[in-house]
């Protein structure tokens, strides 16, 4: 065994996410019912640990939002599971908030292909992430997450300096404390998750306080841009049966109107949420209600105090 691995095998067992569970180490001999509660029992205390969190992670949502206010862009990097987590992520937000193409951006270790095949050996090469942030043209106005449950993972960790050097707003996502990837970024969110519940699978507990963080991260800053009318999706982009039918429930919902005058409202604003919400609660006609979005940077309470 070469220096190299005695030193990533020292690392490994220095991290509270690889630590082996020796009481669960007759798990396979265990009913499956009984298998099943122990792991449930293990995912009680994720959301807890991100609970922890939360100063941090309210830090990220203002710098984000602020960074994204003034033409920025959030970009997720991460590798295996903690990259799908954002690419997830990041595909989520067009159809939730009608947010602009490229506003949000996954990048993952080993490109579009490791979203759902293993590409070996693409998160130990820091550089790869220097290229995929040249490739979307990184600027000082965007804001980048890192994202490694391990907090060493060198894509992810390659990303940040990257960014930082950029002058970009950096973000560290890990489930270690004191993890390099922290230290490298401006804001660091380390959910202390503990041991998995199979030796080292961070897809499990890491991932879930991921995903968790990821939610809360991008929701809670479309919330700060405008982007809902209360805890209405007002910005939904209806693009099937099941969001045009969406479209229409937080219409009423929003206004308290009948299904006519929602129909008509949306009618008169090429099925635009936000803008029948305001022909209706603002009594105006559809480019009126444009307009008036318009000034207002597309916050309909906004514009709603300028009727």
Do not use: W
Request: with cysteine.
């Amino acid at each position: 065994m070469n220096d190299q691995h005695i030193d990533l095998l020292s690392q490994l067992d220095s991290l509270m996410t690889e630590r082996h569970r020796a009481d669960l180490a007759e798990v396979d001999r265990l009913p499956t019912l009984e298998v099943l509660r122990l792991m449930n029992a293990e995912d009680q205390g994720v959301a807890a640990a991100v609970g922890r969190c939360l100063p941090e992670l309210a830090a990220a949502v203002d710098a984000v939002a602020e960074r994204i206010g003034r033409g920025g862009r959030l970009v997720y990097a991460g590798a295996g599971t903690a990259g799908r987590l954002g690419v997830l992520d990041a595909s989520e937000c067009p159809p939730t908030f009608n947010s602009p193409p490229g506003q949000v951006i996954g990048l993952i270790a080993g490109g579009p292909d490791a979203v759902v095949t293993a590409v070996e050996g693409a998160e130990d090469r820091p550089e790869l992430a220097a290229q995929d942030l040249a490739r979307i043209g990184l600027t000082a106005a965007d804001a980048v997450v890192g994202i490694s449950a391990s907090g060493r993972t060198p894509y992810a960790i390659g990303a940040v300096e990257t960014a930082r050097r950029a002058g970009a707003m950096t973000i560290a996502l890990a489930c270690n404390p004191g993890s390099a990837l922290g230290h490298a970024a401006e804001i660091a969110i380390e959910v202390a998750v503990g041991p998995e519940f199979l030796t080292g699978s961070t897809r499990l507990k890491a991932g879930t306080a991921q995903k968790l963080v990821l939610n809360m991260l991008s929701t809670v800053v479309m919330i700060r841009l405008g982007k809902t009318f209360g805890n209405l999706m007002v910005d939904l982009r209806a693009t099937n049966d099941k969001l045009r039918a969406r479209s229409r429930r937080i219409v009423a919902l929003a206004t308290g109107a009948d299904d006519a005058a929602v129909e008509q409202a949306l009618a008169a604003t090429g099925g635009e949420v936000k803008n029948a919400i305001l022909v209706i609660l603002g009594a105006v006609d559809g480019p009126t209600a444009a307009r008036l979005l318009d000034h207002a940077d597309g916050r309909l309470r906004d514009a709603l105090q300028q009727v």
